[in-house]
C-alpha cells in the first residue's frame, strides 16, 4: 500500500457512515532495527497548515486555541488501530459525534447561520 497515494487526503467516515473530514496527516512511530509504524490519522487545520511548513502551522495552533481554547490547539488524532476499511474513503470505527471534531461547525450554525432569516 502506497499511503500517500491511498491514504492522505481521503475522505474519513465514522462508523454511522458519517463525513467527519479528510486526512491532512500521518503519525509514525519510529522503532530501532525496524521500519517506521503509522499509529494515528491526524485530521484538522492544524496538520494542513503543518504541511505547509512549521511556521504556518505554529499560527494555526495558536489561532485555534485563542478561538477554541487549549483543546483545539492539538490536531484530531484517530488511533490507527480504529481503521476498519481503506477504499475510496477511509472508514475508522468512531463516533464523529463523541469528538470534538464537529465543534466549529456546531459554534458557526449556533451563532451566525441560524441568525439568517430564513436559514
Do not use: Y
Amino acid at each position: 500500500m502506497n499511503l500517500l497515494r491511498d491514504v492522505l487526503d481521503k475522505q474519513v467516515l465514522d462508523r454511522k457512515g458519517v463525513k467527519i473530514g479528510k486526512v491532512d496527516g500521518l503519525v509514525a512511530e519510529l522503532r530501532p532495527g525496524k521500519p517506521p509504524r503509522i499509529v494515528a490519522a491526524e485530521l484538522g487545520s492544524i496538520t494542513l497548515a503543518h504541511r505547509l511548513g512549521a511556521r504556518p502551522g505554529r499560527w494555526a495552533a495558536r489561532l485555534a486555541a485563542w478561538l477554541g481554547g487549549d483543546r483545539h490547539s492539538e490536531p484530531h488524532r484517530i488511533s490507527w488501530k480504529k481503521v476498519r476499511d481503506i477504499g475510496l474513503d477511509i472508514e475508522f470505527d468512531i463516533d464523529g459525534r463523541e469528538t470534538s471534531i464537529f465543534d466549529w461547525q456546531d459554534w458557526l450554525r449556533d451563532h451566525f447561520i441560524g441568525r439568517i432569516p430564513g436559514a
